[in-house]
């Protein structure tokens, strides 16, 4: 009897690790179907974009965070004239680069969104993680838009809270 307790107790424990490691950091999303060419970006405004994105928040005090899952969602609101991004670059609480999202420039369809999903145990960003967006469109149309949902649920209780990305000077 001992025997199989503690067999089935190894075998929860491979399974939960297997499980927890295929959480923490989700690999990079596949967009080489929007892949963009230089002849694309040719002549086009460029601009950049903030956005706050939080992979914690703080529950009770500041030595307790609470884990949340964020949805990046990357928007072209234009109903006939595409939008290309050629950096997404997400930082954590202390400035530092976690990681580029982009390898290539991408184009986003008329009223396309396109996402990045921060997992919920993935914890590099911190309470004050952001990316910063550079992207380019014609001058005629609205720059695209950003926002990020994140959420957490724990047994019957759940939270949710977006943010907006906001328009940065481009660098000289």
Known sequence: MKKWTLLLLIATAVILSCNRAAYDEAPLPDWSAHKATPTMLA????????????SSIYSLSEHKPHDLTATVSMRNVHPTDTVYLTQADYFNTDGDLVKHYLQFPILIEPLETLEIVINERDRTGGTGANFIFHWSADSTIPPPYFEAVMISTTGSQGLSFTTKGVPIPNEE
Do not use: A, E, I, P
Request: no cysteine; glycine share 16%.
């Open 43 to 54: 002549g086009l405004d460029t601009g950049r974009t903030y956005l706050s994105v939080y």
